[in-house]
Structures are given as structure tokens and as C-alpha cells.
């Protein structure tokens, strides 16, 4: 059994806490108090990917909440779900991070981070076989994207042959007016190039056109995309937590999804995914979660495939679905968009299948795709980043907390850098297509 540890930082990260949890518990036939109330053991037999089980046989999930400020975690306490956690997994502070990463990585975070270790070490040593951690946070606010980039340099210090995978949330003027959140992103990025094995990226921008033109839902709230995001995190977790026709892990994903080290950013996306009224209207079937995956409109990040070249794809699908049903569609969709796809990676789509859908649901699909799409979405942060530092806007607010303006300009420079190393892939891609439609020709 390989165990994940699950880290959730920052107000988004904890926030996310709530709904991941819910749909956790209810896929496991866990109450509120983590006691099983299924009818068969098939969600058992690998629950303890994410759960402890206690001596009053309840279960408890493997996770450690923290932020700078206590008021998000009394929230989460105090939720419907509160009691399930153990109350020595909440870890907080006293002040705010202002949404400064600085005071979450230089000052106010690193004063946290040795009771999160110490908390990490508790639960590493009741593990059997710790696979790698899971970390959820906010790359705009101050402690998600400072404490989150100084945890994950820390957890590759103490345990270098584990896997690090994070689910980020990447700002978006859409959703937030806080108007330091490009400095935060980029720090964040930049760290994570080196710190991170897994990286899905979750744009507020892509999710809040998600909730509004595809879920039709006339103002879209926090919880709204925190639902979306939970969903997909269960979607891609699930293979994880179930035995299927064919299975995955952290460590079977880091080897068919990274071909190369520092590409490792991916864009998720789900389906089905269509309004509440016309779900009765529409049948759901292999080929149409097909469509959808690959469809622009239910990816979770601002970038459009099309413009880029899918170096590594993976969907997961979830039901009792067959696995040649499903290996021929996604066959024939490679070979329908060829030129998308890398031409000098071979086999670079692949599928799992979990037999258990989601609660209420005949099917789903869950997407991954290693895009140099990506590079749009990093180039839109870098171009709010440069239009604030050449103005040297808001500085004052970081170099007060020990920073440098050499390490804003370092920072910028290795964001770019990544940005250069997708872009040449894809030029790459292409130029092959062209010499073998010459040699054609």
C-alpha cells in the first residue's frame, strides 16, 4: 500500500479541504466522523492511501492543515466535516501574509514550517510505504505560494526519493483584485521548477469560464470553483484509491507524463461537464467523454491545445467501461489531430480505467495532458509580472521582508527560461513533421 501525505496551505488550500475531503468520505462510505458505513469492502482495500485508521476504528485522513492567519482553519473545524481531522494536523499562526510571498517564505512562514515538519514526521513514521506528498495551494496569495515553495524545497531536503505533486491554483484577474498576485505566481513558479515532480495547474481564470459559459451559472463563486477543482482532484486521485482493469500511481504518472525534468506543469480538464438543466437531455457516452477531454472549453487552464504540441497525454476514466471501447477512441482521436501530438515521443496517450464512477454517475473522465499550450498561461503571468517591475511597483513590500530586487529579475529569468524550454519542444515537433512531409513529397 503506498501512502500519500496531503498538505493544504493558505486560505484557498483549506478552503479546497473542504470539498476534497466531502468527496473523499463519500466515495469511501465515510461519515462525518470517518466511520464506514458501506455495504460491500470494495472502498477499503486501499483507503489507507489517504486515511489512518485510529484505535477507535474510525478512519483519519492523512493530512496537515496550515495557514499564517487562524480564521480559515476555525472555519474548516467547524465545518460539517471538522471532527474528522486530528486536531494536532492544524497549524497556524498569528498574522496575516498580507498576500506576500516574502513574509511567507523569509519571515512568517519559516517560523511555521518547524511544526509542520514535525507534525510530517508523525505521520511519515506511522507509514508503511510513503510514496510521495500531495500539496495544495494558491500560487497568488502570500502563504500558499511562500510557505508552499519553502515546504516543497524542505520535503525534497529530508525525503529526496519521495515524489512531490501539487495541485496549484494560478490567479487570475477574474477572480481576485489583489494586485501583487503575478509577483506571488511568479516566485512561486520558479521555485517549483526545481521543488516539484507534478504540478497541475488550476487557472481561476479557465475555471470561472468553465462555471459561466459551460455550467451556465449567471455569478460563479468561490465554493463554485472549489467544487470544480475537488472534482478534479478525486478524478485524478481516483486510480489511486481503486483497484481497476488498468492502474496508476505517483510514481507511473511522473514516469509516462515528465519526458523531460523541468516539464513538469500539466493542464487538467474533466468531463462530463454541461448545465444542471440539460443533463437530463444528454446521454453520456466513451465517444462524447472523449470530445470533451480534449475539448478547450473543459480544460482548467487558459490555453488553447491548438496553438501548442501535447508532449504526453493521460485520461482516466471511471465505470465499467471497456478497455477497448476506450483505447479505440482515444486512438483515433490521436490520429485525427497527429500534428498536435509529438511526433518523436511514441505511445504518448495513455489510459486508466477505474471500474467505481463517481457517486450519481453512470461514467466519467478525468484529462492530463503535458502541453507547450502552457506557455500562454505562464506568458500571461510574466506580462503582468513585467509591466509592475519596470515600473517597480509594490516593492517596497518585499524588499522590507529581506528580499533583493536582483532575486525579482532571477525569478522573471527562470520563468522565461521554462517558457523557452516548451517552446523549443514544440518548434522541434513541427520541424520533424515538415522534414518527414518533404521526404514525402
Same mark, same amino acid.
Given at each position: 500500500?503506498?501512502?500519500?501525505?496531503?498538505?493544504?496551505?493558505?486560505? *484557498?488550500?483549506?478552503?479546497?479541504?473542504?470539498?476534497?475531503?466531502?468527496?473523499?468520505?463519500?466515495?469511501?462510505?465515510?461519515?462525518?466522523?470517518?466511520?464506514?458505513?458501506?455495504? #460491500?469492502?470494495?472502498?477499503?482495500?486501499?483507503?489507507?492511501?489517504?486515511?489512518?485508521?485510529?484505535?477507535?476504528?474510525?478512519?483519519?485522513?492523512?493530512?496537515?492543515?496550515?495557514?499564517?492567519?487562524?480564521?480559515?482553519?476555525?472555519?474548516?473545524?467547524?465545518?460539517?466535516?471538522?471532527? %474528522?481531522?486530528?486536531?494536532?494536523?492544524?497549524?497556524?499562526?498569528?498574522?496575516?501574509?498580507?498576500?506576500?510571498?516574502?513574509?511567507?517564505? #523569509?519571515?512568517?512562514?519559516?517560523?511555521?514550517?518547524? +511544526?509542520?515538519?514535525?507534525?510530517?514526521?508523525?505521520?511519515?513514521?506511522? *507509514?508503511?510505504?510513503?510514496?510521495?506528498?500531495? %500539496? &495544495?495551494?494558491?500560487?497568488?496569495?502570500?502563504?500558499?505560494?511562500?510557505?508552499?515553495?519553502?515546504?516543497?524545497?524542505?520535503?525534497?531536503?529530508?525525503?529526496?526519493?519521495?515524489?512531490?505533486?501539487?495541485?496549484?491554483?494560478?490567479?487570475?484577474?477574474?477572480?481576485?483584485? &489583489?494586485?501583487?498576485?503575478?509577483?506571488?505566481?511568479?516566485?512561486?513558479?520558479?521555485?517549483?521548477?526545481?521543488?516539484?515532480?507534478?504540478?497541475? *495547474?488550476?487557472?481561476?481564470?479557465? /475555471?470561472?469560464?468553465?462555471?459561466?459559459?459551460?455550467?451556465?451559472?449567471?455569478?460563479?463563486?468561490?465554493?463554485?470553483?472549489?467544487? %470544480?477543482?475537488?472534482?478534479?482532484?478525486?478524478?485524478?486521485?481516483?486510480?489511486?484509491?481503486?483497484?481497476?482493469?488498468?492502474?496508476?500511481? /505517483?510514481?507511473?504518472?511522473?514516469?509516462?507524463?515528465?519526458?523531460?525534468?523541468?516539464?513538469?506543469?500539466?493542464?487538467?480538464?474533466?468531463?462530463?461537464?454541461?448545465?444542471?438543466?440539460?443533463?437530463?437531455?444528454?446521454?453520456?457516452?466513451?465517444?462524447?467523454?472523449?470530445?470533451?477531454?480534449?475539448?478547450?472549453?473543459?480544460?482548467?487552464?487558459?490555453?488553447?491545445? +491548438?496553438?501548442?504540441?501535447?508532449?504526453?497525454?493521460?485520461?482516466?476514466?471511471?465505470?465499467?467501461?471497456?478497455?477497448?471501447? &476506450?483505447?479505440? #477512441?482515444?486512438?483515433?482521436?490521436?490520429?485525427?489531430?497527429?500534428?498536435?501530438?509529438?511526433?518523436?515521443?511514441?505511445?504518448?496517450?495513455?489510459?486508466?480505467? *477505474?471500474?467505481?464512477?463517481?457517486?450519481?454517475?453512470?461514467?466519467?473522465?478525468?484529462?492530463?495532458?503535458?502541453?507547450?499550450?502552457?506557455?500562454?498561461?505562464?506568458?500571461?503571468?510574466?506580462? +503582468?509580472?513585467?509591466?509592475?517591475?519596470?515600473?517597480?511597483?509594490?516593492? #517596497?513590500?518585499?524588499?522590507?521582508?529581506?528580499?533583493?530586487?536582483?532575486?525579482?529579475?532571477?525569478?522573471?529569468?527562470?520563468?522565461?527560461?521554462?517558457?523557452?524550454?516548451?517552446?523549443?519542444?514544440?518548434?522541434?515537433?513541427?520541424?520533424?513533421?515538415?522534414?518527414?512531409?518533404?521526404?514525402?513529397?
Amino acid at each position: 500500500m503506498r501512502e500519500i501525505v496531503v498538505f493544504h496551505l493558505g486560505q *484557498c488550500g483549506n478552503r479546497v479541504a473542504e470539498n476534497f475531503w466531502e468527496y473523499i468520505c463519500d466515495e469511501h462510505c465515510l461519515n462525518t466522523e470517518g466511520q464506514f458505513e458501506g455495504q #460491500h469492502y470494495l472502498p477499503l482495500q486501499r483507503i489507507n492511501v489517504y486515511f489512518d485508521e485510529s484505535p477507535c476504528c474510525n478512519f483519519v485522513p492523512r493530512s496537515i492543515f496550515a495557514d499564517l492567519e487562524p480564521s480559515t482553519l476555525n472555519y474548516l473545524r467547524c465545518s460539517r466535516y471538522g471532527s %474528522l481531522f486530528s486536531p494536532e494536523s492544524f497549524i497556524s499562526g498569528k498574522t496575516s501574509a498580507g498576500n506576500n510571498w516574502a513574509r511567507g517564505y #523569509h519571515t512568517e512562514g519559516a517560523e511555521l514550517l518547524d +511544526q509542520i515538519e514535525d507534525c510530517t514526521r508523525r505521520m511519515v513514521e506511522g *507509514c508503511d510505504c510513503l510514496q510521495g506528498f500531495q %500539496l &495544495v495551494h494558491s500560487i497568488g496569495g502570500g502563504t500558499g505560494s511562500g510557505l508552499g515553495t519553502l515546504l516543497l524545497e524542505n520535503l525534497k531536503d529530508h525525503f529526496p526519493g519521495k515524489i512531490t505533486n501539487t495541485f496549484s491554483v494560478i490567479p487570475s484577474p477574474k477572480v481576485s483584485e &489583489v494586485v501583487v498576485e503575478p509577483y506571488n505566481a511568479v516566485f512561486a513558479l520558479s521555485s517549483m521548477i526545481r521543488s516539484s515532480d507534478e504540478t497541475f *495547474c488550476l487557472d481561476n481564470e479557465a /475555471l470561472y469560464d468553465i462555471c459561466v459559459n459551460t455550467l451556465r451559472l449567471p455569478v460563479p463563486d468561490l465554493d463554485d470553483l472549489n467544487h %470544480l477543482i475537488a472534482s478534479a482532484m478525486a478524478g485524478i486521485t481516483c486510480s489511486f484509491r481503486y483497484p481497476g482493469q488498468l492502474n496508476s500511481d /505517483l510514481r507511473k504518472l511522473l514516469t509516462n507524463m515528465v519526458p523531460y525534468r523541468r516539464l513538469h506543469f500539466f493542464v487538467p480538464g474533466l468531463a462530463p461537464l454541461c448545465a444542471r438543466d440539460s443533463e437530463c437531455y444528454r446521454q453520456t457516452t466513451v465517444p462524447e467523454l472523449v470530445y470533451q477531454l480534449f475539448s478547450t472549453n473543459n480544460l482548467m487552464a487558459a490555453c488553447d491545445p +491548438q496553438l501548442g504540441t501535447f508532449l504526453t497525454a493521460a485520461a482516466i476514466f471511471r465505470g465499467r467501461l471497456s478497455t477497448r471501447t &476506450v483505447e479505440e #477512441h482515444m486512438g483515433s482521436v490521436r490520429l485525427k489531430n497527429e500534428l498536435s501530438f509529438s511526433n518523436f515521443i511514441p505511445n504518448n496517450v495513455k489510459s486508466a480505467i *477505474c471500474d467505481v464512477p463517481p457517486r450519481g454517475m453512470k461514467m466519467a473522465a478525468t484529462f492530463i495532458a503535458n502541453t507547450t499550450s502552457i506557455t500562454q498561461l505562464f506568458r500571461r503571468i510574466t506580462g +503582468q509580472f513585467g509591466t509592475m517591475f519596470r515600473q517597480r511597483a509594490f516593492l #517596497h513590500w518585499y524588499t522590507g521582508e529581506g528580499m533583493d530586487e536582483a532575486e525579482f529579475t532571477e525569478m522573471e529569468k527562470g520563468l522565461a527560461d521554462l517558457v523557452e524550454e516548451y517552446d523549443s519542444y514544440k518548434e522541434e515537433g513541427r520541424t520533424k513533421d515538415d522534414v518527414e512531409d518533404d521526404d514525402e513529397e
